[in-house]
């Protein structure tokens, strides 16, 4: 059995200089390490990489990729109002709203943003999942 | 500036069976919650979930959605050894190899299986990435 973990989300990239400007001015995220190819993002004991598209197909040894892929990725908040401001800042920075914040069946408060390689982002306050002092998530604590 | 923290990472499906069979056969994860729509499972601080492709769609108001996508999701290991073995069980539960594991440039060893909805996973072993005692990996050290 494998340890329960991820380690790594790869995103691949068209442009890494507009993707760069919406996690770094619309996140607020700074890079740990950037070249040409490839930027590092330390999150909560898991690396975002926004990888150029050719580099990640040689990676992968891939035929195509497309987009938008069928996944999101979500970003809980600790408090209601941040939902709102933060996905206003995403579009500010190049981001696209593809579902403005409104309740989702469970309660709480979500909206979905795509960054400029049409990768979506959920952004939910959900009361359900407790967010510890590290930033990480605990299903239905 | 919000805090650098990835909470879920949702993965559409097109066959639920499929898919849960690949992670709690393959990876040996245990669900924390399923019904006929959704599948959750908790790793480092981040939750999976695996979800119906329509589902998805309505709740990110999405138009269409593609796979493959372009993007992979790594699980690093702590021993070499255990990136074939991994591959190999995720191969036996309906995962297919998209490469087979070799040294990328900056060493180590890493492979590519796609899941049964055609998402991909690099197994990975790096040993310039550390990987602490709860499973989290920081960037460089």
Do not use: C
């Amino acid at each position: 059995m494998a340890e329960p973990r991820i380690s790594l989300i790869t995103l691949g990239s068209r442009n890494l200089a507009k993707s760069r400007r919406f996690y770094v001015d619309g996140f607020g995220w700074e890079p740990v390490f950037e070249n040409e190819e490839i930027i590092f993002y330390q999150l909560n004991g898991v690396i975002l990489a926004t990888f150029a598209d050719a580099a990640l197909k040689e990676d992968m040894v891939a035929g195509e990729l497309y987009r938008p892929g069928a996944f999101a990725i979500a970003h809980n908040v600790r408090e209601e109002g941040e939902v709102e401001a933060l996905m206003t800042d995403l579009a500010a920075a190049g981001g696209r709203i593809l579902r403005r914040a409104d309740a989702p069946p469970i309660g709480g408060l979500r909206g979905y943003v795509a960054d400029p390689d049409e990768h979506a982002w959920e952004i939910a306050y959900n009361p359900g999942f407790a967010i510890d002092n590290d930033g990480n998530i605990l299903f239905g604590t």
